[in-house]
């Protein structure tokens, strides 16, 4: 077998974060972990020491109270972490003053700006003063439909000092979409652009958002940011809306004020995908997010003081959450808006070699653009400075593994991730102790009790299954809004197996301790009762130079369930038997002769949710002749239509 794609230097393994944590535990709890295997299985053995530890050594600001820090421990849900803490999520990402770099912002190749933190802490102060005037206390919820842009992060910082509850999306979701959201949680405020740019074009949302404040009798008040400079003529078309400027203008930037709330006081309502419905609200706390993205940026992505933070996100996908934290480390975060491709494919390395970016974060689906594009960024592109790339959004493919090292960076860790919205963190990620094995998740997140189980709830040590996380974790949701007994949430995670977290996706573990997710447990195909995951798919057909893009599902057919493909072709390819038969043949070597589909059709686009993800379940029910419930949770709900009344499908 060939090894790994890379391997840590021992001295980048001294100079660790992780390396450090570890001297740090046996000066200070008397453990001897030796390794990152060692280190992890403390981390479960010892929850309660482990945390605590997290707490100390990324130096939480906040009281952290009496014992016990830990209650309830073998129950999921309804276990507590550190039920007598004190602490403030903002203040604890205020962690600076002066005039070094913050925030750098840059609008596709628009605007660039930068935020210092001084001028960071002074707009949080602005915002937290605006807020109290309208009367925003503890609870209230604040809303935004913003950019990825400095204004976002100061906005949501300042709605945190107060102990508000922050939720947003980007500014393209449609009316229905913000309000199946919005209306749910009935915010007090809302934060809005006046526009936004994307892939070079100019794209004005007032018309939009009057209707949006018009259906959201909760608003006091509504604040527009400029982007576009037509913040005040959008001001003026909106009900109870101010441009930025005369809306904070008033109030004198000074030292923020922080409210030290419970661990577990509301910080973020996050949200579902809602393609089969609407959208579920999920709650996060301030404590369980603040102590899980510490570590996993800390001691999984080795993240220090100074750091440049980069990914590419939308303010309506749980990695905006993860990156704005990235502040409590004292990292410089780098800010994208608009698109990746715009006004070349060249735009993100070009970010990364302008600001000398540390961390580059991204998505599987556009390292595999980049691979179409015939793009090389290591010929010309200097990014010396980049030492962690991470992808995450669906699997990264094991072919894409190669091309990151053959055509973007050599000396680089390479980190698949995924976890999602529903714990606005990972299950699994990297760690910098351990080498790259090709096309695998490097392991478990810490203090997370990660394995994956059979039909019936048994472990599996090899061969594919569920993945499940055995014992709480910090970052496990509060609940879900407007679900008073909590059903909602023990049926979303817990119905499946008891007192386990059922996270719905489709895994094996590795010989190396390391994970293959496989897709979404509830996509998978069944053809003659076989499970088969859609990534396993994607991969073989997606390296084909003719395919852009591929969706796969399973067509209830003649008592059973078959394999159908469907693919967008790059250039002037078309789908003839030629292709059909290369296909096959790709899928049938690749894979195994039960993932060849039994039929493979082209179409024009494909649907695709708010964060870029495609929704092989919307895609299934439109073949079946199924109503699609929600039809405003993607991005392009216009593609569904290529999908349904199939004359091929019908024999």
Same mark, same amino acid.
């Given at each position: 077998?060939?090894?790994?794609?890379?391997?840590?230097?021992?001295?980048?393994?001294? #100079?660790?974060?992780?390396?450090?944590?570890? *001297?740090?535990? #046996?000066?200070?709890?008397?453990?001897?972990?030796?390794?990152?295997?060692?280190?992890?299985?403390?981390?479960? #053995?010892?929850? =309660?020491?482990?945390?605590?530890?997290?707490?100390?050594? $990324?130096?939480?600001?906040?009281?952290?109270?009496?014992?016990?820090?830990?209650?309830?421990?073998?129950?999921?849900?309804?276990?507590?972490?550190?039920?007598?803490? #004190?602490?403030?999520?903002?203040?604890?990402?205020?962690?600076?003053? @002066?005039?070094?770099?913050?925030?750098?912002?840059?609008?596709?190749?628009?605007?660039?700006?930068?935020?210092?933190?001084?001028?960071?802490?002074?707009?949080?102060?602005?915002?937290?003063?605006?807020?109290?005037?309208? @009367?925003?206390?503890?609870?209230?919820?604040?809303?935004?439909?913003?950019?990825?842009?400095?204004?976002?992060?100061?906005?949501?910082?300042?709605?945190?000092?107060?102990?508000?509850?922050?939720?947003? $999306?980007?500014?393209?979701? @449609?009316?229905?979409?913000?309000?199946?959201?919005?209306?749910?949680?009935?915010?007090?405020?809302?934060?809005? $652009?006046?526009?936004?740019?994307?892939?070079?074009?100019?794209?004005?949302?007032?018309?939009? !958002?009057?209707?949006?404040?018009?259906?959201?009798?909760?608003?006091?008040?509504?604040?527009?940011?400029?982007?576009?400079?037509?913040?005040?003529?959008?001001?003026?078309?909106?009900?109870?809306?101010?441009? !930025?400027?005369?809306?904070?203008? =008033?109030?004198?930037?000074?030292?923020?004020?922080?409210?030290?709330?419970?661990?577990?006081?509301?910080?973020?309502?996050?949200?579902?995908?809602?393609?089969?419905?609407?959208?579920?609200?999920?709650?996060?706390? /301030?404590?369980?997010?603040?102590?899980?993205? !510490?570590?996993?940026?800390?001691?999984?992505?080795?993240?220090?003081?100074?750091?440049?933070?980069?990914?590419?996100?939308?303010?309506?996908?749980?990695? &905006?959450?993860?990156?704005?934290?990235? %502040?409590?480390?004292?990292?410089?975060?780098?800010?994208?808006?608009?698109?990746?491709?715009?006004?070349?494919? +060249?735009?993100?390395?070009?970010?990364?070699?302008?600001?000398?970016?540390?961390?580059?974060?991204?998505?599987?689906?556009?390292?595999?653009?980049?691979?179409?594009?015939?793009?090389?960024?290591? =010929?010309?592109?200097?990014?010396?400075?980049?030492?962690?790339?991470?992808?995450?959004?669906?699997?990264?493919?094991?072919?894409?593994?190669?091309?990151?090292?053959?055509?973007?960076?050599?000396?680089?860790?390479?980190?698949?991730?995924?976890?999602?919205?529903?714990?606005?963190?990972?299950?699994?990620?990297?760690?910098?102790?351990?080498?790259?094995?090709?096309?695998?998740?490097?392991?478990?997140?810490?203090?997370?009790?990660?394995?994956?189980?059979?039909?019936?709830?048994?472990?599996?040590?090899?061969?594919?299954? =569920? %993945?499940?996380?055995?014992?709480?974790?910090?970052?496990?949701?509060?609940?879900?809004?407007? *679900?008073? +007994?909590?059903?909602?949430?023990?049926?979303?995670?817990?119905?499946?197996?008891?007192?386990? &977290?059922?996270?719905?996706?489709?895994?094996?573990?590795?010989?190396?301790?390391?994970?293959?997710?496989?897709?979404?447990?509830?996509?998978?195909?069944?053809?003659?009762?076989?499970?088969?995951?859609?990534?396993?798919?994607?991969?073989?057909?997606?390296?084909?130079?003719?395919?852009?893009?591929?969706?796969?599902?399973?067509?209830?057919?003649?008592?059973?369930?078959?394999?159908? !493909?469907?693919?967008?072709?790059?250039?002037?390819?078309?789908?003839?038997?030629?292709?059909?038969?290369?296909?096959?043949?790709?899928?049938?070597?690749?894979?195994?002769?039960?993932?060849?589909?039994?039929?493979?059709? +082209?179409?024009?686009?494909?649907?695709?949710?708010?964060?870029?993800?495609?929704?092989? %379940?919307?895609?299934?029910?439109?073949?079946? @002749?199924?109503?699609?419930?929600?039809?405003?949770?993607?991005?392009?709900?216009? /593609?569904?239509?290529?999908?349904?009344?199939?004359?091929?499908?019908?024999?």
């Amino acid at each position: 077998m060939a090894g790994p794609l890379w391997k840590p230097s021992p001295d980048r393994i001294e #100079r660790s974060n992780i390396a450090r944590f570890m *001297d740090y535990l #046996r000066k200070h709890n008397d453990r001897s972990v030796a390794d990152f295997d060692s280190l992890h299985a403390f981390s479960l #053995r010892s929850s =309660e020491d482990f945390w605590i530890a997290v707490w100390r050594f $990324c130096g939480v600001k906040g009281e952290i109270g009496e014992p016990p820090y830990f209650a309830d421990a073998d129950k999921m849900p309804g276990a507590s972490f550190f039920p007598k803490a #004190r602490l403030n999520f903002a203040e604890n990402l205020i962690a600076k003053d @002066g005039d070094e770099t913050a925030i750098i912002f840059r609008g596709e190749d628009k605007v660039r700006r930068t935020l210092s933190w001084r001028e960071l802490g002074a707009e949080v102060s602005q915002f937290q003063q605006f807020f109290s005037a309208r @009367g925003v206390t503890s609870g209230d919820r604040v809303a935004a439909m913003m950019p990825n842009m400095p204004e976002a992060v100061t906005a949501m910082l300042g709605a945190a000092s107060l102990g508000a509850i922050w939720s947003s $999306c980007s500014p393209d979701f @449609g009316v229905k979409s913000v309000l199946d959201r919005f209306g749910q949680i009935e915010p007090k405020i809302l934060v809005a $652009c006046d526009g936004y740019y994307y892939n070079g074009k100019t794209v004005r949302i007032a018309d939009k !958002l009057s209707e949006i404040v018009q259906a959201l009798p909760s608003l006091q008040a509504v604040i527009i940011v400029p982007y576009l400079g037509e913040a005040s003529d959008v001001a003026a078309a909106v009900e109870k809306a101010a441009p !930025l400027g005369e809306a904070l203008g =008033e109030y004198a930037p000074k030292p923020p004020q922080f409210e030290r709330l419970p661990f577990s006081h509301p910080l973020y309502i996050l949200y579902s995908s809602g393609t089969t419905g609407v959208p579920k609200c999920i709650v996060h706390s /301030a404590g369980g997010t603040l102590l899980q993205h !510490l570590k996993e940026h800390q001691l999984h992505c080795d993240l220090k003081s100074g750091d440049k933070l980069f990914y590419f996100t939308t303010c309506g996908w749980m990695m &905006w959450n993860w990156l704005v934290s990235g %502040l409590a480390s004292e990292a410089t975060l780098l800010l994208y808006d608009g698109s990746p491709f715009a006004p070349s494919g +060249d735009a993100l390395f070009d970010y990364a070699q302008d600001e000398r970016m540390t961390i580059f974060g991204t998505s599987a689906k556009f390292i595999d653009a980049v691979k179409k594009a015939g793009l090389r960024p290591r =010929e010309t592109h200097d990014l010396s400075s980049v030492r962690l790339i991470t992808s995450t959004g669906s699997p990264l493919a094991p072919e894409s593994f190669d091309f990151v090292y053959e055509h973007i960076k050599s000396d680089v860790q390479l980190v698949s991730i995924s976890g999602g919205t529903d714990i606005v963190s990972c299950f699994v990620l990297g760690n910098p102790l351990q080498p790259v094995w090709k096309g695998e998740i490097q392991g478990p997140g810490l203090g997370m009790a990660v394995d994956i189980f059979d039909e019936s709830g048994e472990p599996l040590k090899s061969g594919k299954g =569920e %993945l499940v996380c055995k014992t709480p974790f910090p970052s496990m949701p509060i609940g879900f809004w407007n *679900d008073p +007994d909590g059903q909602k949430y023990h049926d979303a995670y817990f119905n499946r197996f008891d007192n386990i &977290w059922h996270h719905g996706d489709f895994a094996e573990w590795t010989e190396h301790g390391g994970i293959i997710i496989h897709g979404r447990s509830d996509a998978t195909l069944n053809p003659g009762g076989v499970r088969i995951g859609t990534a396993e798919i994607y991969r073989q057909v997606e390296q084909l130079d003719e395919v852009q893009e591929a969706i796969v599902i399973g067509q209830n057919w003649d008592n059973d369930v078959r394999v159908v !493909l469907f693919v967008t072709l790059q250039g002037s390819h078309v789908l003839d038997d030629d292709l059909r038969d290369k296909i096959k043949q790709r899928i049938r070597e690749g894979a195994s002769p039960r993932h060849v589909p039994a039929k493979i059709l +082209d179409v024009p686009d494909i649907p695709r949710t708010k964060s870029g993800k495609i929704t092989e %379940l919307a895609v299934r029910d439109a073949v079946h @002749g199924r109503e699609i419930n929600n039809r405003e949770a993607l991005a392009n709900p216009g /593609a569904l239509d290529y999908f349904r009344n199939r004359s091929e499908l019908a024999s």
